[in-house]
């Protein structure tokens, strides 16, 4: 018989509270629903040789579902895929395909396998439903179950088969591995692993980020309010389940609220973005990004965000190359404890109009004092983002480098990609962190900055920095000059402990910067 598609949708409904909650009975019985053989018609005729039936049942905090397709005449030849949907906000999320389970010649075909809830939140319940696509030798038609609802109690032990997903706190970026070595039963190891997935989105009123491995089955997940606040670069600071480190050479391809990660045409991560879970409703241009962040916010006395910078911020300048050279200074007086960092950032840097949006999004070869989880350390990545309305942003493999070396920043547009390559390189030494992106159009008019300094909760003299100086700045299009005019900006609102040491020198314009922070 000539192979046709049916979509046969199996709904089954699942009302279940993700929390621990109290067991049944001491034994924990498993508790079904069951739903068999009650099949209706979907704009075609009902074939009463086909019968279908679901079964999803729960112990722990696990559950297991079955989806049967049988026939009382015919012999099937049949592919069936059961995928789980979870339900809210009016809209369905995919939060699980199972394996495909073939049958040839048989009557009957039985797919089944394990789904293990994250959201186990206390006081959180969320609808499931069980979907599954046959392929089948049978006459073409479409067969949707009879919906079945209830309640599963979760146990408070895991099963001895199945371990559940643990929530874990992130405190630093998460860094994508070769070899994941992520512990799911203890859940203190925040890696992604090679070609796993990225997801963000919100349980309830609660944002979650979970990440999965290439198998697609769930590693972890994490409660975004729960993430420490990492600074950025671009302004601002964000959870830092929203900060991705990649390996060097890595390329980052723009789609929407989702992106991809490549490397030599292997896809190694993936993040997507279900629905906003952060934004900043001040916007923080000013800082020279029109991002959604979270504002750092700034204690009494201590002052957070873009200090200094020479700038041509216009959106109208085209070019295709910019590169700076600049030297590791001295260290601050007074260094950041672990309760206070002191995140500081030396940059140069390109910003536009991101790729398919109306706000903007920046590119930065970053020198970083610091920087997660590196405290008290010089350190060097590329920078790149936001990547979506949720603050997401991607930096290149980070290097620790010393004080008095020389660094080197380079932004350029490479035409065979249709992408800019960043790089931050350690002249002295060697390291160098790179990424390339898609984010930013080559023709969307450019904003420069050709040397600039940011820190969070510093309070003094003492706790910035010492003087740096950005040099050999060049820039070109098509291999020519561009000729730009830099503006020294100083941000307003510091206290004078801080204010009066500051100051931007142009010494020559555009190609010599001094960003004075002892005065």
Not at 98 to 103: D, F, H, L, N, R
Not at 196 to 221: H, L, S
Not at 439 to 459: H, Q, R, T
Request: charged share 10%.
């Amino acid at each position: 018989m000539q192979l046709r598609t049916w979509s046969v949708v199996l709904l089954a409904l699942l009302l279940a509270a993700m929390a621990m909650v109290p067991m049944v009975s001491a034994t924990n019985a498993d508790k079904s629903i069951n739903n068999e053989n009650n099949q209706t018609s979907a704009g075609s005729e009902v074939n009463s040789n086909l019968q279908i039936s679901t079964n999803l049942t729960s112990k722990d905090a696990v559950l297991r579902y079955s989806v049967v397709v049988t026939s009382s005449t015919d012999t099937l030849s049949v592919t069936l895929t059961p995928s789980i949907w979870r339900h809210g906000s009016g809209s369905g999320a995919l939060v699980y395909i199972g394996k495909p389970t073939t049958c040839t010649d048989t009557m009957e075909c039985k797919a089944e396998g394990t789904f293990i809830p994250l959201w186990n939140v206390k006081n959180v319940t969320a609808s499931y439903f069980v979907n599954a696509t046959v392929v089948s030798s049978l006459q073409s038609g479409n067969y949707f179950a009879k919906t079945a609802t209830g309640q599963i109690a979760l146990g408070s032990q895991p099963s001895n088969d199945v371990v559940p997903v643990k929530e874990i706190v992130i405190t630093n970026s998460l860094n994508l591995v070769h070899q994941s070595t992520t512990n799911a039963v203890a859940g203190t190891d925040s890696s992604i692993p090679w070609g796993g997935k990225v997801e963000q989105d919100m349980n309830g009123d609660i944002p979650v980020t979970v990440v999965y491995g290439a198998d697609g089955q769930p590693r972890y997940w994490a409660d975004d309010r729960k993430a420490a606040n990492l600074p950025v670069p671009a302004g601002g600071v964000v959870p830092a389940t929203h900060i991705f480190n990649v390996p060097s050479n890595t390329d980052v391809i723009n789609g929407g609220n989702n992106f991809t990660a490549y490397q030599n045409n292997q896809k190694i991560l993936t993040v997507q973005s279900n629905s906003q879970t952060y934004s900043n409703p001040a916007n923080a241009n000013s800082l020279g990004i029109n991002a959604k962040v979270i504002p750092a916010g700034n204690l009494p006395g201590e002052f957070n965000g873009w200090i200094e910078s020479a700038k041509k911020e216009d959106y109208n300048t085209q070019m295709d190359s910019f590169t700076a050279y600049w030297k590791v200074p001295a260290a601050p007086a007074t260094k950041g404890t672990s309760a206070k960092y002191r995140t500081q950032f030396l940059f140069n840097a390109f910003q536009g109009q991101r790729k398919n949006a109306n706000y903007n999004a920046i590119l930065q070869p970053v020198l970083e004092w610091s920087q997660g989880g590196y405290l008290n350390t010089w350190t060097i990545a590329s920078w790149a983002g936001p990547y979506n309305t949720n603050g997401n942003y991607l930096t290149g493999s980070r290097s620790v480098v010393q004080e008095g070396d020389i660094i080197k920043g380079i932004i350029s547009w490479n035409s065979a990609s249709s992408s800019w390559t960043i790089i931050t390189s350690d002249a002295t030494h060697g390291a160098s962190s790179s990424l390339s992106t898609d984010l930013v159009p080559k023709d969307s008019g450019l904003s420069v900055y050709g040397g600039a300094y940011e820190a969070y909760n510093i309070s003094s003299k003492d706790t910035m920095i010492h003087n740096s100086e950005f040099y050999g700045m060049t820039y070109t299009l098509n291999g020519n000059p561009v000729s730009i005019n830099l503006q020294k900006w100083i941000a307003t609102g510091m206290p004078a402990a801080i204010s009066s040491h500051v100051n931007v020198v142009i010494v020559t314009n555009p190609s010599d910067v001094q960003l004075i922070t002892q005065n």
